[in-house]
């Protein structure tokens, strides 16, 4: 059942062979070992898996990875490099400490960049209402409202 | 999840092929958020897989013209919710996307998937339940006497009362769409997006009336002094992310204060997609007030059984039409061109 795909993470070309049914999260983290994105509930309901394809924030478990062939995929690895200043997102979450157990940190900063992106961080309210398809446990999410508020304005051009 | 053949489709034919080739219990994948969860629960067991994806170089475009709305089967929820066009003349379209699923899913959701998606009914979705006619023809239905109260109110039978969970179709069925089918044999067919799906009957596994191996292409919203003056209200346990509880999509044509037509959907208390035309009869040709809403809820929900922990649906149906009628009746908008 194992077929032959090409995929590009982060900029950088991978070839593998999977069987069909690997999920895009599964090949990430099991066979390029970024395990930045998490698994939560694998069933697409909390947002811990989201990437970016083509600049659209998805979720990685309800994605094959023989599907994303093709695409760019940048996950929380893809940021920034090891001696690189941190992405003004991740550098917000950390000022504003918007996490406590940090599980579904990855997904709530990949899909908070698409939301600045996408234009729709113009109040809290249109941030809590499209960051809705991430949940956080810890429910660290007045903080995490703050951080998107935060790396807004140093987003531009990016 | 069970083992399946994947093929990518380059083009609507070669789709027709593979899936033809593949036999009965090959499916199209195209935003996958509803079938890869049902394949992983272990609801949903194709044996082959045809990747729609490239069709949407010929069937992701969204237009307005004289005629209507027409959007291509593959284009993303994101995509016409955020779509000018579509957000000036068909509120009630981009609303239904928008208070759908979250950014992530529309991003990934294609609208022909949409409309296909499966009942959130715990039953169906858990294969541990031995009852469920919907997933297992004969064997029954736990949800009668069960955890319900999510589950339909109208449309049901004896022996199924799964909801439809969707948002989008409950639009398309009141302003009286049209779905664009493509036959395995290449030819098309168009037919009232209402008739798409099927009331559950004694055959509640049968919910659409598509044919084996039959493509959605796309849909067409007619135009209508109406489309403007729309708007997708939705009840939900939470303030978002969240499925209906209670939906309306209500479109009206007023005309110095007196309703010369009215275009009603219902979502979250059906077992299909819903066009109220018993509560369009009754606004029609009158002054839209407080009693006259009441009067078209209470002509919807007429025929509503309810089943236990759902006994609330009907009257928070009632409420959520009647608000989302007076709420359209002020809209401010700009006169339909």
């Not at chain 2, 034919?13 to 958020?33: C, D, F, I, K, W």
């Not at chain 2, 049901?156 to 799964?162: G, K, Y």
């Not at chain 2, 035309?277 to 009158?286: D, I, P, R, S, T």
């Not at chain 2, 407080?290 to 209470?298: D, F, N, T, V």
Request: glycine share 8%; charged share 20%; with cysteine.
């Amino acid at each position: 059942m194992a077929t032959d795909i090409m995929l590009t993470v982060n900029g950088g070309q991978h070839r593998l062979a999977v069987d069909v049914r690997t999920t895009l999260l599964d090949a990430l983290r099991e066979r390029l070992d970024l395990t930045g994105s998490k698994k939560g509930c694998d069933l697409g309901q909390c947002g811990a898996c989201t990437v970016l394809m083509d600049g659209r924030r998805v979720l990685s478990c309800l994605t094959l990875a023989v599907a994303a062939q093709g695409a760019e995929v940048t996950t929380i690895e893809g940021l920034a490099g090891e001696h690189d200043p941190l992405h003004p997102m991740q550098q917000a979450f950390l000022e504003q400490d918007a996490y406590q157990c940090g599980y579904c940190t990855p997904g709530q900063i990949i899909s908070a960049i698409a939301c600045v992106k996408e234009g729709h961080a113009n109040s809290a309210d249109e941030i809590r209402e499209y960051m809705s398809g991430n949940l956080c446990r810890c429910a660290a999410y007045p903080k995490i409202v703050a951080a998107v508020q935060q790396a807004k304005p140093l987003m531009k051009g990016r | 999840m069970r083992p399946f053949a994947y093929e990518q489709a380059g083009d609507s034919s070669a789709a027709l092929r593979m899936t033809a080739n593949r036999g009965a219990s090959a499916q199209y994948l195209a935003g996958g958020t509803n079938l890869l969860d049902l394949m992983k629960i272990g609801v949903a067991k194709p044996v082959a897989l045809v990747d729609i994806g490239p069709l949407r170089a010929d069937h992701a475009s969204i237009s307005v013209d004289a005629d209507g709305l027409h959007l291509g089967a593959l284009v993303r929820m994101a995509e016409a919710a955020e779509h000018p066009d579509v957000l000036r003349d068909y509120p009630v379209i981009a609303q239904s996307l928008q208070l759908a699923a979250s950014q992530q899913l529309r991003n990934m959701a294609t609208l022909g998937g949409n409309v296909l998606q499966r009942t959130r009914c715990n039953y169906f979705r858990d294969p541990s339940w031995h009852a469920c006619n919907k997933r297992d023809p004969g064997t029954g239905c736990a949800a009668m006497d069960g955890v319900n109260r999510r589950l339909a109110v109208l449309g049901t039978s004896a022996h199924c009362i799964a909801h439809y969970p969707g948002d989008f179709a409950n639009a398309l069925a009141a302003l009286g769409a049209e779905v664009t089918l493509l036959s395995p044999e290449g030819t098309t067919r168009r037919i009232l997006f209402e008739e798409l799906h099927r009331l559950p009957g004694d055959t509640p596994h049968q919910e659409t009336n598509l044919h084996p191996g039959e493509l959605i292409l796309g849909f067409h919203v007619p135009a209508g002094p109406w489309t403007r003056r729309s708007l997708y209200l939705k009840i939900r346990d939470r303030e978002s992310y969240d499925f209906a509880q209670a939906s309306a999509a209500v479109a009206l044509a007023v005309v110095d204060g007196t309703i010369q037509q009215a275009r009603i959907g219902l979502g979250g208390v059906a077992t299909k997609p819903w066009r109220s035309h018993a509560a369009e009869a009754v606004l029609q040709g009158q002054r839209l007030d407080e009693a006259l809403a009441h009067a078209a809820a209470e002509a919807a929900f007429r025929d509503a059984v309810t089943h236990g922990e759902n006994a609330f649906k009907p009257e928070l149906g009632r409420r959520t039409l009647m608000r989302a009628l007076l709420q359209a009746a002020t809209m401010e908008i700009q006169p339909n061109a």
